[in-house]
Structure formats: structure tokens, C-alpha cells
């Protein structure tokens, strides 16, 4: 902890002097400096931040993306390095290493799942780049590796589907299949905790759970299988809008009606889901947030002013039923 904090101290002392200078002198570009630790924010008063993205598996990701990509911008002091995992975490240390080796003032990740970043991490503390962790958590046991955490609570969301289901539900006796988000992935894991929880006292039994990892074709895919080896499925919870969209694809291939013979839960509430909602084909959708790029703008000019920060910034999701989402979709951002 010290060296990441007498690290932090230089380069908040070190960037606060430049800044001061660069207020007085003509805004010249100014010159990268070699050799650890310092970093060019002292030089030219720009944020270079490394950020490596999970993919681009859904239309959450992709405001999410937008959101980052339209918020660190050159106006508002940033030059942003901006990489897509394509879902593998293999691509993501690799891009991580490659921002350290750039000598990056900050490096910012979603981590496409929970474990297996411990080494990665601690070669950027040792060379006293901070790390701001967005969208998904990693559980490594060393909390000195990352700044800060920013996104939803995931294990909320999934227990407001379930509550949600069994208030509805309850007493019918009904079989739900679940449609999980990337094994391994923080919001899988955690929805899936928090649903079970939320119907625990209900007669709502899970009876089929595979992974779809986010995507509309592997949902589809997925839900064609529960559909062959089920025959009274009443209820879908699918842990974002992607897959329960594949789901609908399936369920209407089968002749089935979405939002009525089965019953759909999921959780993102981006457009297409809203709209599914708005349809009749979705029956209840939980908000995650995709717009994290503010948060982590001020985030990151904190850690690099050297003051201290929230080590988990849990942003606010809220739901919607069918009714709810005929209102919100005209003005939905994303
Ligand atoms: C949740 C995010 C998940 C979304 C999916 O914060 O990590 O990943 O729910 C996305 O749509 O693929
Ligand atoms: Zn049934």
C-alpha cells in the first residue's frame, strides 16, 4: 500500500505542479517522459486511459461502450486507448499489458469474469498505474489492486426479478428455465444468487439453466434445447435482454406465444428489450446502467489528484412492467 500511495502522492504533487505551469505557459504539447511512475498528465495536462472492454456481445454493451467513448474525450482532458476483448480474458490482460508497457496514466476494465487477474494487476501497481474497475468486479482477496469499482448491484437486480416472479406467479405451479449470462461473469453469478433467493418462498421451481453468455443467437440457441427437452415450460429468466430476445425468436419458431404461453423475465432494459416489453412479448424487465463513462471520468481525475475514493459506486437501476415501458420508451437514452 505504501508504494501505491507515495506513487499516487508524486504523481499528485508531480501533475499538480504541471498544471500550475501549463497555466502559465502557452499550451505547448508536451514532451513524453521515459523511466516508472511518472506519467505524461504532468506534461501536458492530458489523461491517457487504457480501457479494456469486454466485447460488443450486446446492446448493453454497446451503450456502454458509447458512453465511455463520448465522455473521455479530448475536450474533456482525455486521450482514451480503447480495446474489445471479444469476450475472451485472454485479450483483455494482453490489452492491459499493453497499456502498461505504454507507460498509460490510468488503466480502466470490465472484467469479462470474476477471476485470474491478480498477476496482471499487480504488474500495473508495481508500475504505479491505477486501475478503475467498471461494470463487472473481479474477487480478488487484494483490494489494493483497483481504485475503485463502478456499476450496478447485481445480485439486487436479480433478486427483483424474482420477487417480482413469485408476486406474479406464485401458486400456479409454474416451471422456469434460465437463460445465465458468461459463466464465471459477475452478473451471472450474482442474478442467478439473487433470483433463487427471490423465489425461494415461492412454488416457481427452475427447472433447465444454461448459459447463453449474453448473446441473442446463443439464447436462441439455448432456449431452442429447453424447448425440445421440456414440454410445459411457463416461465424464461434470462440474465440480460439479448438472450430473452433470442428466446422469443424460439418460442414464436414453436408456435408459441412470448409474453403469454411463457412468460419472459430479463434484465438490461435497453431499447430492444423496452420494446419487446412495450410489445406484449416481455413481461418484466430490471434496469442495469449502462452509463457508467461520467462516473468514471470523475473517478479517474480523482485517483490521479490523489484523493481518496469510494472503493465501490454502486449506480441506481429501477424496473419496468409493460405499461411502464410504453411511457419511458420515448425518451429511453440507450
Ligand atoms: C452488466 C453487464 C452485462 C449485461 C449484458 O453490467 O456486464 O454484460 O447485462 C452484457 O447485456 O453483455
Ligand atoms: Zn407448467
Redo the contacts with the bound molecule.
Keep these: 500500500m505504501a508504494r501505491t500511495t507515495l506513487t499516487r502522492t508524486v504523481l499528485a504533487a508531480v501533475s499538480a505542479a504541471a498544471l500550475f505551469a501549463l497555466g502559465a505557459c502557452s499550451s505547448d504539447a508536451g514532451t513524453q517522459t521515459g523511466g516508472g511512475g511518472e506519467t505524461n498528465a504532468a506534461d501536458d495536462g492530458v489523461i491517457t486511459l487504457g480501457f479494456s472492454q ?2 460488443a ?5 454497446a451503450a ?1 461502450t458509447k458512453s465511455i467513448q463520448d465522455t473521455l474525450t479530448a475536450e474533456n482532458g482525455f486521450d482514451l486507448k480503447f480495446s474489445d476483448a471479444q469476450q475472451k480474458q485472454e485479450n483483455q490482460i494482453q490489452a492491459i499489458r499493453s497499456y502498461i508497457a505504454q507507460q498509460v496514466d490510468v488503466i480502466a476494465f ?1 472484467p469479462v469474469v470474476e477471476t485470474g487477474w491478480d498477476a496482471v494487476l499487480q504488474e500495473a501497481k508495481d508500475a504505479g498505474i491505477p486501475v478503475i474497475l467498471t ?2 468486479a473481479v474477487d480478488s482477496s487484494d483490494e489494493t489492486l483497483y481504485e475503485s469499482f463502478i ?2 448491484d ?1 445480485v439486487l437486480e436479480g433478486e427483483m426479478a424474482g420477487q417480482w416472479a413469485a408476486e406474479q406467479y406464485d401458486g400456479e405451479g409454474y416451471q422456469a428455465v434460465e437463460l445465465q ?2 459463466t464465471g ?3 451471472a453469478i450474482d ?1 442467478k444468487d439473487g433470483f433463487e433467493s427471490a423465489i425461494a418462498g415461492s412454488d416457481i421451481e427452475i427447472i433447465d439453466s444454461q448459459t447463453g453468455n ?2 441473442r443467437a446463443e439464447g436462441k440457441t439455448v432456449m431452442e434445447g429447453f424447448l425440445n427437452a421440456h414440454d410445459d415450460i411457463d416461465l424464461v429468466f434470462a ?4 438472450m430473452g430476445l433470442g428466446a422469443i425468436e424460439a418460442i414464436e419458431a414453436a408456435g408459441m406465444t412470448p409474453g403469454e404461453d411463457i412468460k419472459i423475465i430479463t ?2 432494459a ?1 431499447k430492444d428489450g423496452m420494446q419487446a416489453l412495450a410489445d406484449g412479448k416481455i413481461n418484466y424487465i430490471v434496469e ?1 446502467n ?1 452509463l457508467l463513462g461520467p462516473d468514471l471520468a470523475d473517478i479517474t481525475k480523482k485517483v490521479l489528484a490523489g484523493e481518496e475514493v469510494e472503493k465501490r459506486i454502486v449506480v441506481k437501476d429501477e424496473a419496468f412492467d409493460q405499461a411502464a415501458a410504453k411511457e419511458a420508451l420515448p425518451t429511453r437514452e440507450y
Design positions: 469486454v466485447g456481445e450486446s446492446g448493453w454493451r456502454n470490465s461494470d463487472r456499476g450496478s447485481f449470462g458468461t461473469a459477475a452478473p442474478r449474453f448473446t440474465h440480460n435482454d439479448d434484465i438490461d435497453v442495469c449502462p
